[in-house]
């Protein structure tokens, strides 16, 4: 203790350290039935922090490159003590960090948790979940296998049906016109330094602002609150909710080592650009939705192309998605309910088109 | 039972036999995840391809008074054709700080550009900070193919 002690007071010294933390001692979570939901967004930091600490430690032994990339995944799995565990950690946790962020966004729709002033930090989460969807695209490529080819051929098809950006940021995408070693090379520098470097800072934009703004209470709590004033809860941030979250971090990471270690992620055969598309080739359970939705429209819409109309049509949708902060009212007893049913239908829609994806031949 | 004095006679209070299994059980977490990442840091031993026996040139490649680098495994070798026509063989790593000696052809002499090390034919350092001998390695003609072998360690 004495020790602490004095590291403590030598900080303080150097750069008063107390007040630094002092928000931290002073801050208050809102304490209701509907708490436990706040614990999802602190779960996706947890695994984003997994990330970070796994794909370092694959960085030592991965080589990039057509001839390289899937024989050192293979030798990673293979001949590295423990590497099997470390790479199914890392594909795990990154599915599981997608699922959280997915949870988190439509816990906070539900709890209206976007509500002035709060509008940045939805931006914000909304431009993390297409990050993550990002790494998550540009990571399944790089085991250089036969799925990771397919999935990457068709993903980068798909950007190119934008209207007339698409072409360029497909040529920019692959560093071609066809997915080779130069797309895997441009996709590990976006995987490992682009989008870090990117989702870094809005991750520390999104945890300043919400630690400016204080948590949200939902409308209805709210509301109760201000006609029962003595009804209020808080919990104090330090200590009290910090060690709740970390418990829930620590039951995350059981799971997640569980998951791992028991069912190991495959690695798959070698991609080979002259050979057929394996049967029942589908992209990653992300991705499904839009996939499923794809297949689905038509190759003629009236006078347009179908997969123009759907990318045209996702891309439109996102960018609502993104503002939907501003169409909502930030009186808690005038919240629009069309929001809430906007939400209950996209998750709708997210899990059944994914469902049908999945059983769809 | 009642009486409060006896909780003091309890051996471990309650509070510090759920500290302890508290943290016993986060020691064994992060022993179950520091010992595979020990291990997984350790970079696995490369397999040496080399074997003990490598083609380092074919005969007449080297002309009398002159030296070549050849790969033996993952490492440098050097093979010196003499003036009088007789083959050497040795390591070409320096046993100073390893950087890759060379033959000179003026001073007949195998000689370590970074820090101006010596070592004559037969590979023993004789100049400047090399502090050990280059290994030696034995060489054999066969057809028209200079082999050069480890030496068996007696």
Same mark, same amino acid.
């Given at each position: 203790m004495g020790f602490l002690h004095n590291l403590r007071d030598w900080l303080n010294d150097r750069i008063e350290w107390d007040d630094l933390i002092a928000p931290l001692r002073e801050k208050t979570v809102p304490k209701h039935r509907l708490s436990y939901w706040y614990?999802?967004?602190?779960?996706?930091?947890?695994?984003?922090?997994?990330?970070?600490?796994?794909?370092i430690l694959l960085l030592l032994y991965y080589r990039p490159g057509e001839n390289?990339?899937?024989?050192?995944?293979q030798y990673i799995m293979t001949q590295v003590k423990f590497g099997w565990l470390i790479r199914s950690v890392h594909s795990w946790s990154?599915?599981?960090?997608?699922?959280?962020?997915?949870?988190?966004?439509?816990?906070?729709?539900?709890?209206?948790?976007y509500r002035k002033p709060r509008e940045l930090t939805w931006v914000s989460g909304v431009i993390l979940l297409l990050l993550v969807m990002g790494f998550g695209f540009s990571g399944y490529l790089l085991p250089w296998n036969t799925l990771a080819f397919f999935a990457t051929k068709v993903g980068t098809e798909i950007t190119g049906q934008v209207p007339v950006i698409g072409r360029p940021m497909l040529i920019f995408l692959r560093g071609g016109e066809e997915v080779t070693g130069a797309t895997l090379t441009r996709f590990f520098g976006f995987h490992v330094a682009v989008l870090p470097g990117i989702a870094t800072m809005l991750i520390a934009?999104?945890?300043?602002?919400?630690?400016?703004?204080?948590?949200?209470?939902?409308?209805n709590v709210e509301l109760a609150w201000k006609a029962n004033p003595s009804a209020q809860r808080e919990t104090k941030f330090f200590p009290n909710f910090l060690l709740r979250e970390l418990m829930a971090w620590y039951v995350a990471l059981g799971v997640l080592g569980a998951l791992a270690a028991i069912f190991p992620w495959n690695l798959g055969t070698k991609a080979d650009p002259f050979s057929p598309a394996p049967a029942g080739i589908k992209p990653e359970w992300y991705f499904l939705f839009m996939f499923q939705t794809l297949k689905l429209i038509p190759p003629k819409v009236w006078l347009i192309d179908g997969e123009v109309l759907g990318v045209v049509g996702f891309g439109l949708v996102a960018l609502l998605w993104l503002l939907l902060p501003f169409f909502e009212s930030s009186d808690p007893s005038r919240t629009k309910r069309w929001i809430t049913g906007v939400g209950v239908f996209a998750l709708a829609y997210i899990a059944g088109m994914s469902v049908y994806g999945h059983l769809a031949k | 039972m009642n009486n409060p004095s006896d909780r003091s006679l309890t051996p471990i209070p309650r509070r510090r036999l759920v500290e302890l299994l508290l943290g016993s059980g986060f020691v064994a977490t992060a022993a179950a995840f520091l010992y595979p990442l020990w291990q997984y840091l350790i970079p696995p031993k490369a397999t040496d &391809?080399?074997?003990?026996?490598?083609?380092?040139?074919?005969?007449?490649? &080297?002309k009398p008074n002159s030296g070549k680098i050849f790969r033996f495994g993952d490492r440098p070798g050097l093979l010196i054709r003499t003036a009088n026509g007789e083959y050497r063989a040795m390591s070409a790593t320096c046993t100073h700080l390893s950087c890759t000696v060379q033959y000179r052809d003026d001073l007949h002499e195998v000689w370590c550009a970074c820090h101006n090390g010596m070592y004559d034919l037969n590979g023993r350092n004789i100049s400047g900070p090399p502090p050990r001998p280059l290994v030696a390695f034995e060489v054999q003609i066969r057809g028209d193919e200079v082999f050069v072998r480890r030496r068996r360690e007696a």
């Amino acid at each position: 203790m004495g020790f602490l002690h004095n590291l403590r007071d030598w900080l303080n010294d150097r750069i008063e350290w107390d007040d630094l933390i002092a928000p931290l001692r002073e801050k208050t979570v809102p304490k209701h039935r509907l708490s436990y939901w706040y614990f999802l967004g602190g779960i996706t930091l947890f695994l984003f922090i997994i990330q970070v600490l796994t794909g370092i430690l694959l960085l030592l032994y991965y080589r990039p490159g057509e001839n390289s990339a899937f024989e050192s995944v293979q030798y990673i799995m293979t001949q590295v003590k423990f590497g099997w565990l470390i790479r199914s950690v890392h594909s795990w946790s990154a599915n599981l960090m997608i699922f959280t962020a997915f949870a988190h966004m439509f816990s906070v729709l539900f709890l209206k948790a976007y509500r002035k002033p709060r509008e940045l930090t939805w931006v914000s989460g909304v431009i993390l979940l297409l990050l993550v969807m990002g790494f998550g695209f540009s990571g399944y490529l790089l085991p250089w296998n036969t799925l990771a080819f397919f999935a990457t051929k068709v993903g980068t098809e798909i950007t190119g049906q934008v209207p007339v950006i698409g072409r360029p940021m497909l040529i920019f995408l692959r560093g071609g016109e066809e997915v080779t070693g130069a797309t895997l090379t441009r996709f590990f520098g976006f995987h490992v330094a682009v989008l870090p470097g990117i989702a870094t800072m809005l991750i520390a934009l999104h945890l300043l602002l919400v630690q400016r703004q204080g948590i949200s209470v939902p409308p209805n709590v709210e509301l109760a609150w201000k006609a029962n004033p003595s009804a209020q809860r808080e919990t104090k941030f330090f200590p009290n909710f910090l060690l709740r979250e970390l418990m829930a971090w620590y039951v995350a990471l059981g799971v997640l080592g569980a998951l791992a270690a028991i069912f190991p992620w495959n690695l798959g055969t070698k991609a080979d650009p002259f050979s057929p598309a394996p049967a029942g080739i589908k992209p990653e359970w992300y991705f499904l939705f839009m996939f499923q939705t794809l297949k689905l429209i038509p190759p003629k819409v009236w006078l347009i192309d179908g997969e123009v109309l759907g990318v045209v049509g996702f891309g439109l949708v996102a960018l609502l998605w993104l503002l939907l902060p501003f169409f909502e009212s930030s009186d808690p007893s005038r919240t629009k309910r069309w929001i809430t049913g906007v939400g209950v239908f996209a998750l709708a829609y997210i899990a059944g088109m994914s469902v049908y994806g999945h059983l769809a031949k | 039972m009642n009486n409060p004095s006896d909780r003091s006679l309890t051996p471990i209070p309650r509070r510090r036999l759920v500290e302890l299994l508290l943290g016993s059980g986060f020691v064994a977490t992060a022993a179950a995840f520091l010992y595979p990442l020990w291990q997984y840091l350790i970079p696995p031993k490369a397999t040496d &391809l080399g074997g003990d026996s490598v083609v380092a040139a074919r005969v007449g490649e &080297l002309k009398p008074n002159s030296g070549k680098i050849f790969r033996f495994g993952d490492r440098p070798g050097l093979l010196i054709r003499t003036a009088n026509g007789e083959y050497r063989a040795m390591s070409a790593t320096c046993t100073h700080l390893s950087c890759t000696v060379q033959y000179r052809d003026d001073l007949h002499e195998v000689w370590c550009a970074c820090h101006n090390g010596m070592y004559d034919l037969n590979g023993r350092n004789i100049s400047g900070p090399p502090p050990r001998p280059l290994v030696a390695f034995e060489v054999q003609i066969r057809g028209d193919e200079v082999f050069v072998r480890r030496r068996r360690e007696a």
